[in-house]
Structures are given as structure tokens and as C-alpha cells.
């Protein structure tokens, strides 16, 4: 399985960005994807958005109403819209693959990982 991000970049304040990600060697169709942020100087990885197969998704709600995940099962792509983006946003975005069809929130419980994207949001 490979998973591969792209997008990011420096966003101003306010600013949105569309992140995307590119699934292979599995079909996106049968599990959950996580989007997750590691802020600069944290160890761990938190999530922010969780598209679930059957199209559920879930957000947290330090990102709710701000960032929306979608997937097209098809295209076996995923993309994180990022909207209103705030300075503590700034951080490596990673996709990942999970075995679960629920949604899952901790890193544990992803097995395949992309090689992240950055993400500055400053002036």
C-alpha cells in the first residue's frame, strides 16, 4: 500500500488550501482515511478529519466547519479543504490508511502513511 499527500504550502491567515491525497495498492472503497496534523515541536500526530467508506465523515472540533474531507472511492483519491485557516493550523498534514470502516481518531490505528505535506499559516 502507498499513500502519497500533496498540497500545502504557505496560506495567510483566513486563507483556505486544499490538501489531496493519492491512495495505491489498495481500494480507498473498503476503509476509513484519516487526514492528521503534527504541530511543529509536538511528538504526536492529531487528527482532523476522518472520511469513513459507506461516506460518513468525521471532523474535530478544533477544525469543525472549517475543514471538509472527501473522498471519490472511483479515483481512490481523498482531499482535506481547509478553510479559515489559523495560525495553529501550521503543521505536516499526513493521510492515512486504516483497516477499520469505522471511525478511528489515534494514530495506532493506521497502518499506511503518507510522507506528510506542510502546511504554514502565517503572514
Known amino acids: 500500500s502507498q499513500v502519497v499527500e500533496s498540497g500545502g504550502g504557505l496560506v495567510q491567515p483566513g486563507g483556505s488550501t486544499t490538501l489531496s491525497c493519492a491512495v495505491a495498492?489498495?481500494?480507498?472503497?473498503?476503509?476509513?482515511v484519516g487526514w492528521f496534523r503534527q504541530a511543529p515541536g509536538k511528538e504526536h500526530k492529531e487528527v482532523t478529519c476522518?472520511?469513513?467508506?459507506?461516506?460518513?465523515?468525521y471532523c474535530a472540533d478544533s477544525v469543525k466547519g472549517r475543514f471538509t474531507v472527501s473522498r471519490d472511492n472511483a479515483k481512490n483519491m481523498l482531499w482535506l479543504q481547509m478553510n479559515n485557516l489559523k495560525p495553529e493550523d501550521t503543521g505536516v498534514y499526513y493521510c492515512?490508511?486504516?483497516?477499520?470502516?469505522?471511525?478511528?481518531?489515534?494514530?495506532?490505528?493506521?497502518?499506511?502513511w503518507g510522507q506528510g505535506t506542510r502546511v504554514t499559516v502565517s503572514t
Open positions: 492515512a490508511e486504516s483497516h477499520y470502516t469505522m471511525t478511528v481518531i489515534t494514530e495506532d490505528m493506521y497502518e499506511t
Open positions: 476522518v472520511s469513513r467508506p459507506e461516506g460518513g465523515t
Open positions: 495498492g489498495f481500494s480507498l472503497e473498503h476503509y476509513s
